[in-house]
């Protein structure tokens, strides 16, 4: 299994990403899959989760600012982030059962 993430970087307060994760050895739209972040300094956060049956759930901090979504025929699942804030700093990496990928680092500016 290999969860690859792409799509951070560093972006003023205000601006947006798209975070991807590309999966191979397993079927996305067939598992829950999760963006976490990790900050430095602060503990693992999960950010949002799309179940198997497309329904999706985000913690406090980015509601209303992320969307997770899935791409089956692309395998691929996405963290599309808006109205960034410095606060969203850190490295985010996708998940699904015991497996996760390396993370992508996004940064966000003052």
């Known amino acids: 299994v290999q969860l690859v993430e792409s799509g951070g970087g560093l972006v003023q307060a205000g601006g947006s990403l798209r975070l991807s994760c590309a999966a191979s050895?397993?079927?996305?739209?067939?598992?829950?899959m999760d963006w976490y972040r990790q900050a430095p300094g602060k503990q693992r956060e999960l950010v949002a989760r799309i179940s198997s049956g497309g329904s999706t759930s985000y913690a406090d901090s980015v509601k209303d600012r992320f969307t997770i979504s899935r791409d089956n025929a692309k395998n691929t699942v996405y963290l599309q982030m808006d109205s960034l804030k410095p606060e969203d700093t850190g490295d985010y990496y996708c998940?699904?059962?015991?497996?996760r990928g390396r993370g992508t680092q996004v940064t966000v500016s003052s």
């Open positions: 050895g397993i079927i996305v739209s067939f598992n829950a």
């Open positions: 998940s699904c059962q015991i497996y």
